[in-house]
């Protein structure tokens, strides 16, 4: 399946870079040939791909050039795509301020479901970050299309169940995407996933702290992993299945 990106920022920098790190990232579950990267230096061009092109996932500075001369253009596409589009595509605003001294537009952002990512911080000069979250939105919108199969047991991850033999178990999304990974790798015959490709998939705002030096801010996320398998264990025994989640050396999780 196809993979539609519009990338939005005046700094060609910033998007050359991000934009091969992204398309690095997305080619682990994607065809490279398939990832279609749409880039835009202002929210004229943006509104014209939009107008164009059914885009998966937006990512936008917010500070670029707008209509009318305004430059706070990033605000622009995301309110063009919200209310005149009225589309609920993924969207990544990223700005030059931190976090605090936006708590308005923080606020309308988390309202309508987006991502925001400050510039200043470590989280987007490590562009691997920013590819994550967009691995991440990716899976979460296209491995929901199907169900997933294996041994006795039925992943459903639009109606977020788990079934075996007519028994039927409700799972959180953590679990979803916790349980798709690991089948995705067992039946594709692939290796175990690492605590960070399952922190990527499960927990991505938390990416950055299993990558720092820190063992307790990487431990912290650890123990947030044992947990979503845990429960995910105790939902596939409690329908019978004989499907089992085991830790990998302490490297990871994998389904026997």
């Known amino acids: 399946m196809r993979a539609n990106i519009l990338f939005v920022d005046d700094n ?34 943006a ?30 596409v995301v309110e063009y795509v ?3 589009m009225n589309s609920k595509v993924p969207i990544i605003v990223i700005s030059a301020k931190d976090d605090s001294d936006v708590p308005k537009e923080m606020e309308n952002y988390e309202m309508q479901g987006i991502q ?6 470590s989280e987007f000069l490590d562009s ?14 296209n491995i929901k299309k199907t169900s997933v199969k294996y041994e006795d047991i039925t992943l459903d991850s ?13 799972l959180t999304e953590l679990e979803v995407n916790f349980l798709a990974l690991l ?7 692939e290796h175990a996933p690492s605590y960070l490709e399952i922190t990527e998939r499960v927990y991505p705002d938390d990416t950055n702290l299993f990558r720092s030096d820190n063992p307790d801010a990487k431990k912290s996320v650890q123990n947030k992993i044992a947990k979503v398998a845990q429960s ?16 990998k050396r302490k490297m990871g999780y994998f389904i026997v």
């Open 183 to 189: 089948l995705e790798r067992r039946i594709s015959d």
């Open 158 to 170: 639009i109606d977020q169940t788990l079934e075996c033999n007519g028994e039927k178990v409700s």
């Open 128 to 141: 691997s970050i920013l590819a994550s979250k967009v691995y991440y939105y990716y899976n979460k919108m």
């Open 47 to 76: 509104k014209d791909v939009l107008d164009k092109t059914a885009v998966d996932i937006i990512l936008t500075d917010r500070m670029l050039p707008g209509k009318n001369g305004g430059s706070i253009g990033g605000d622009e």
């Open 116 to 121: 925001y990512i400050a510039r200043g911080t």
């Open 232 to 247: 995910s264990k105790e939902k596939l025994s409690r329908i019978g299945s004989k499907v089992k989640i085991e830790p």
């Open 82 to 84: 919200r209310n005149e």
């Open 12 to 45: 060609r920098t910033n998007t050359s870079i991000c934009v091969d790190v992204i398309c690095k990232k997305l080619s682990e579950i994607i065809p490279a040939e398939d990832i279609v990267i749409h880039t835009a230096v202002d929210f004229a061009q």
